[in-house]
């Protein structure tokens, strides 16, 4: 297949953009940098230049397209909603262009906030509707397009794809008990995070794309729940130094961004993806990698 991929050089895209070549597909990545062009074209994937801030730069790329796996997402934190207009204003365009196609459509999703108190599934609808919702509702607005000839799926990724090279929200961790010189963790560090590695990740993609029935919901989560206490430990061991109680107040000012989410109980499954399309994740553990250095590398 022709596959347009947005976010093709990033930290899952470019895991994703691997196994689609290695799967014999034709690839074409956005990008926005001459620095992202390059590295995509070195690997031999036809590059399509535009960002989200444009969506009509992805146009020709989408049309042309036997299927779109959206994978990019401005991540601006500090102003939530410049992303989430952003991300749904992709979405739109997306759909808009695949509409009576039933072209495959992949967009990436997150785990947190579906459920209180229990692990979430993949039959938890998300609670995220309009332009004004995190993520601009994107996951809902995509899934209408289903009716409309469009093979939506959605993968849910657990917030932590780790893995050598990472430096998401386990890095932003590391990073803050460097400074702090303590390894953090908010509360009585009982609240669960869940957690792939990226080769898992990228792989569920490829088969979502290949594979899942149009409307489906994919969990990307290899581990349901990691305590985030134990998760602290890990890193206390890998730098060598204690651990300690972090009062959710004084969150922001210990972890950064982070530590408006790091508090957050989100346990979730991945029971039923697992079953539609025969996935095991093979790759190391959070507290593999993390043992193993490969949050401690220059």
Do not use: C
């Not at 990033?10 to 992202?36: K, Y």
């Amino acid at each position: 297949m022709r596959v347009f991929v947005t976010g093709a050089s990033g930290w899952i895209g470019s895991a994703v953009v691997g196994e689609l070549l290695a799967a014999g597909h034709n690839v074409t990545g956005l990008a926005r940098s001459d620095a992202a062009a390059a590295a995509l074209d070195a690997r031999g994937v036809r590059v399509q230049r535009g960002n989200l801030d444009s969506p009509d730069s992805l146009l020709s790329a989408t049309a042309d397209a036997d299927a779109v796996v959206h994978l990019a997402n401005k991540h601006d934190f500090s102003n939530p909603a410049v992303s989430n207009r952003a991300e749904r204003a992709t979405v739109q365009l997306i759909g808009d262009t695949l509409a009576g196609s039933h072209r495959a459509f992949v967009l990436a999703s997150g785990v947190a906030g579906l459920a209180n108190g229990r692990p979430s599934t993949e039959r938890d609808v998300s609670r995220a509707y309009g332009p004004d919702a995190p993520r601009g509702g994107s996951e809902n607005l995509a899934l209408e397009f289903t009716d409309r000839g469009v093979g939506v799926v959605s993968v849910r990724f657990a917030p932590t794809v780790h893995g050598v090279g990472d430096h998401g929200f386990i890095s932003s961790i590391v990073g803050a008990a460097t400074t702090n010189g303590v390894s953090g963790y908010v509360g009585d560090g009982a609240n669960r995070w869940p957690a792939v590695h990226r080769s898992d990740a990228a792989r569920l993609v490829r088969l979502g794309l290949e594979s899942a029935q149009p409307g489906s919901v994919l969990h990307a989560v290899a581990e349901k729940g990691i305590p985030t206490r134990d998760i602290a430990q890990a890193i206390g061991d890998g730098l060598g130094m204690p651990i300690a109680s972090i009062a959710q107040d004084d969150a922001a000012t210990h972890f950064g961004w982070i530590g408006a989410f790091l508090g957050m109980d989100i346990p979730s499954s991945s029971e039923l993806t697992r079953a539609q399309l025969n996935w095991t994740p093979t790759g190391p553990t959070l507290a593999e990698d993390i043992a193993s250095g490969a949050y401690f590398r220059a």
